[in-house]
């Protein structure tokens, strides 16, 4: 998978998990920042190695969404 795409996958589900109800009273600092980034930079390495550069990152992010109304 394109750098771009997996990063913006990553970058959604990082996204997605700092809004959960769970993690919202969460205290942001520097050590959550150095976390996150960290979760992104691994997904996204992970999605470029293992996924085909066809597929269509907002139908993997479509997916996801719908994984988590379930």
């Known amino acids: 998978m394109l750098k771009v795409n ?3 996958i990553a970058l959604v589900m990082a996204r997605d998990i ?3 109800d769970s993690q919202s009273q969460r205290n942001i600092n520097a050590v959550v920042a150095r976390e996150v980034a960290d979760f992104v930079r ?3 390495e992970e999605l470029q190695k293992t996924m085909d550069n066809g597929i269509d990152s907002a139908c993997i992010i479509n997916s996801y969404k719908n994984q ?3």
């Open 6 to 8: 997996a990063d913006r």
């Open 18 to 20: 700092l809004r959960a």
């Open 42 to 44: 691994v997904l996204s």
């Open 68 to 70: 988590l109304t379930k």
